[in-house]
């Protein structure tokens, strides 16, 4: 299977127009997307299927988690079950002055993500091998989390990386407003967002409620 040309520019298209990224940037995503695809051969990184809109599928739909955080601020991100790099590696090409905590705990991913990263360039990545429970405490601006775990799960996981003002983007596909109701009453401090990729499919944003965060996390301890 090969990249579908029109796939690829309209992906790009949108990301000059919506989040003015520039041309040294889209080559280095390029250069990301011969990676994945060289790498998919060895590993199920992505689904063959998904090949032909690869751009879409995957380029535009983590890029698009960038509209929903300040991109004048430098922010210090992690990124739980990066995998394939989707959404960790995508973001941190296109926002070079934040800073990326990619946590994999599968090895061969890991080496993946870190050759990728050193092939790119990729100054702002910090590669973990690692599951969530073994991250050191310190709290970070923006948690993603694509297709890694149910809400409640994660919340439990993944609380101690928040702060009240840390915000949460969390792409959960199709099944995002069932799982925004497997956790009553955070309603009223997240909400489903519409993914641009898939007219079904939604992302979860929202900040906690600092009175629920452990005392650490509550106090702002970065590290």
Excluded: C, Y
Excluded at 75 to 95: E, T, Y
């Amino acid at each position: 299977m090969t990249i579908d040309p029109a796939d690829r520019q309209t992906a790009v298209d949108w990301l000059r127009n919506e989040l003015v990224v520039d041309e040294a940037r889209i080559e280095l995503l390029d250069r990301f997307v011969a990676l994945l695809l060289d790498e998919a051969k060895r590993q199920n990184l992505i689904a063959k299927a998904t090949i032909p809109a690869v751009w879409s599928r995957h380029v535009q739909d983590s890029a698009q988690l960038l509209s929903h955080v300040p991109r004048e601020t430098s922010l210090d991100w992690i990124d739980l079950g990066s995998g394939a790099g989707l959404p960790g590696i995508v973001n941190a090409i296109i926002a070079a002055d934040s800073n990326f905590t990619l946590v994999e705990r599968r090895p061969l991913r890991t080496e993946w993500l870190e050759r990728a990263a050193a092939a790119l360039d990729l100054t702002n990545v910090q590669v973990m091998t690692a599951p969530v429970s073994a991250v050191p405490d310190r709290t970070f601006d923006v948690i993603t989390a694509r297709a890694f775990a149910p809400m409640p799960k994660l919340f439990n996981m993944a609380q101690r990386f928040a702060t009240g003002k840390t915000l949460w983007i969390l792409p959960k596909g199709r099944s995002a407003n069932d799982e925004l109701k497997a956790i009553p009453g955070w309603q009223d401090t997240f909400h489903v967002e519409p993914s641009i990729t898939d007219d079904e499919s939604g992302i979860v944003i929202g900040r906690i409620d600092p009175a629920r965060l452990p005392a650490r996390a509550r106090n702002g301890v970065r590290r």
